[in-house]
């Protein structure tokens, strides 16, 4: 936990600057979290912390807290398809980023919306939560890699959602390249391999083929780690809706999960979830 003198925020995570007076839109297609951690509700705590306007398709509800979830209903994929066309035949979306989608017709009825949106648009091949528990059927794996890694600008797994889509098991930072070769044949323009189960300092590939980006942060001492990739693919989202490309998009993004990590708070008797709000909250002490 934060105090006076072990201040996360630090320069390097920068809010969207607005047009005028209308912020950047940015629409997250993803289950709730009930903890307030992770899922939609981590996606619009990022969203509004980096300057844009959140917008929801709510997939699925969780009963979920810090110990982990305890049951999990999807919606109807008409629930889904009427959400998604409210927000952006109306309003409209300047990136979208996607999360828990649970069984193979959520995927599929996603992919379908997303494919041809002019929007960048960043996958969270969401496969287990932070405690194991199950959020993607094992079922619907091969339409997260035939349907919805295609529409990816951005695709953001983690070790265990590479294993489980690619078979590989990286071990090491070597295993990485092969990790993202692997995410990549299945058509996103960019994977962002997430190193951070590996030992050492939190170490992530964004790469696209041609280029490589190592992206290394310090290993903060904090337990509370909920809704890093959540939080982690929104912000990479909102960086993107604001212009930014890819690479600077990641960086920053990166920044700001770093600090929100080191402000991460406990809730409850688990695993409590990040700070959202560092980057103009008051110190704790």
Wanted: glycine content about 12%.
């Amino acid at each position: 936990m934060a105090t006076s003198t072990d201040d996360p925020r630090v320069p390097g995570a920068p809010r969207v600057p607005r047009d005028h007076r209308v912020p950047v839109r940015v629409l997250t297609v993803a289950g709730s979290d009930s903890g307030g951690g992770a899922g939609i509700q981590a996606d619009l705590k990022t969203m509004l912390a980096l300057g844009a306007h959140g917008m929801s398709v709510l997939t699925a509800v969780t009963a979920q807290n810090s110990q982990g979830v305890q049951g999990a209903w999807e919606l109807p994929a008409e629930a889904v398809r009427a959400q998604f066309r409210s927000v952006v035949d109306d309003i409209g979306v300047q990136a979208v980023k996607t999360g828990m989608l649970a069984t193979t017709e959520l995927v599929e009825t996603v992919a379908g919306l997303l494919a041809g949106l002019p929007a960048p648009v960043v996958v969270d091949p969401v496969g287990v939560s932070k405690h194991g528990d199950p959020l993607l059927a094992a079922e619907a794996l091969d339409a997260v890699r035939t349907k919805l890694l295609p529409t990816a600008t951005v695709a953001t797994p983690n070790l265990d959602e590479v294993a489980q889509l690619t078979g590989i098991r990286a071990g090491s930072e070597g295993d990485l390249r092969r990790a993202a070769r692997a995410v990549l044949d299945f058509g996103p323009r960019w994977a962002l391999i997430k190193g951070g189960h590996l030992p050492g300092d939190a170490v992530d590939l964004l790469t696209d083929g041609t280029e490589e980006h190592w992206l290394r942060a310090p290993r903060h001492d904090n337990r509370h780690t909920h809704g890093t990739g959540c939080t982690l693919a929104s912000a990479i989202a909102t960086y993107l809706a604001g212009g930014m490309a890819v690479p600077e998009a990641v960086t920053a993004a990166k920044e700001y999960v770093t600090g929100a990590i080191a402000a991460g708070f406990p809730l409850g008797t688990g695993i409590g979830p990040v700070d959202h709000g560092w980057l103009t909250a008051p110190p704790r002490t």
